[in-house]
Each structure stands twice: as C-alpha cells, then as structure tokens.
Nanobody, 129 residues
Framework: QVQLVESGGGLVQAGGSLRLSCVAS???????MGWFRQAPGKEREFVAS???????????DSVKSRFTISRDHHNSTVNTVYLEMNSLKPEDSAVYYC????????????????????WGQGTQVTVSS
C-alpha cells in the first residue's frame, strides 16, 4: 500500500549529525509514519513516530532532545519523512527503517513495530567513537 525508500545513512563520528530521508509513495496521506532501528543481535526498536497531520510526534527516551522527526506531504500520494539526528552516540549505530501504518486518526502515533503495515529496506548508520 505504501512503498518506502530510505536514504541518508553513513559513517559519522560521535557527536556528529545525520539526516535520514524516507520517500513514501502510495496511500501516504492516510499513514502514520515511524522510524525504527535494529542493531546486530538486538530486536528492532522504536525511534520516532509522526502523525498524519504532522502535529503529533513521539520519541524513544534514548533519542529525545537529540532526534527530530518531520514530514512533507508533497501531494496526496507522495511524502517524505525525515529523521534529523544530532549528538550521535556509538549506541545509535544500527540499520534504520522507515515504516507506514494506515490510520484513520490524524493525530495518533504508533510506537509498536508489529502494528506497521509497510517497511522500507533500511539504511545503515554507524557512529564511531
């Protein structure tokens, strides 16, 4: 229902910044968007979510005040979701995934990976110490 393509990952030193992008196409106007990450040997974990309207966001405690999620609705079927990451730490190293969930509410966000319908292929972020 929603096709997702992430970009923007790479290698950065601790304390540095990266901006991830996720181009979403399809039923994007009715989708809550989220970012998740998965490090080797660990489960996929929630990072951030943004409501359909963009007015409501939620963050994992580990990234609050350092990461910012935002979205641009280009039209009814294409939008871009961003994850601005500042003050990066080695423990932020992981594959970052963009996800979409069809949601009737314009202000609800979702933090549970199992509730998302569509996923991107992921982009690697590596933070060196």
């Amino acid at each position: 229902q929603v096709q997702l393509v992430e970009s923007g990952g790479g290698l950065v030193q601790a304390g540095g910044s990266l901006r991830l992008s996720c181009v979403a196409s399809g039923r994007t106007f009715s989708a809550v968007m989220g970012w998740f990450r998965q490090a080797p040997g660990k489960e996929r974990e929630f990072v951030a979510s943004i409501s359909r309207s963009g007015a409501v966001t939620e963050y994992a405690d580990s990234v609050k005040s350092r990461f910012t999620i935002s979205r641009d609705h280009h039209n009814s079927t294409v939008n871009t979701v961003y994850l601005e990451m500042n003050s990066l730490k080695p423990e932020d190293s992981a594959v970052y995934y963009c996800a979409a969930r069809q949601e009737p509410s314009i202000v609800r966000v979702t933090t549970t990976a199992a509730l998302y319908d569509d996923w991107g292929q992921g982009t690697q972020v590596t933070v060196s110490s």
